[in-house]
């Protein structure tokens, strides 16, 4: 139904920085969010960060002050700038929407989420 290509993942000394983006592709009637979910080894599954269309954020307090996120010019693509990266950071980051594949689940009330594969972030020296 729906599906993401992410990318921008990889490995970076503290300190550092990357960029992950996403773009969002499929059976999308509309949006609420887009954004990104972390989930390091043996943890649960954690928000980091999610955007409206307009601009509207919401950030974990653990990456408040140092990862900013943004919508792309182009529809359904938004942009994670990650600065001043900690080991704790360490993670798979999967791209995350929230939204309707048709206007039949619009009309129910629903908010259908979806999650990408994931990308790597590895902060390490």
């Known amino acids: 139904q729906v599906q993401f290509i992410e990318s921008g993942g990889g490995l970076v000394q503290p300190g550092g920085s990357l960029r992950l983006s996403c773009t969002a592709y499929g059976s999308i009637y509309n949006t609420y969010r887009m954004g990104w979910y972390r989930q390091a080894p043996g943890k649960q599954r954690e928000l980091v960060a999610t955007?409206?269309?307009?601009?509207?954020?919401i950030y974990a307090d653990a990456v408040k002050g140092r990862f900013t996120i943004s919508n792309v010019n182009a529809k359904l693509a938004v942009r994670l700038q990650m600065n001043s990266l900690k080991s704790e950071d360490t993670a798979v980051y999967s791209c995350y929407l929230s939204g309707n594949s048709n206007y039949e689940s619009l009309l129910a009330g629903n908010v259908d989420e979806y999650w990408g594969q994931g990308t790597q972030v590895t902060v390490s020296s």
């Open positions: 955007i409206t269309s307009d601009n509207s954020t």
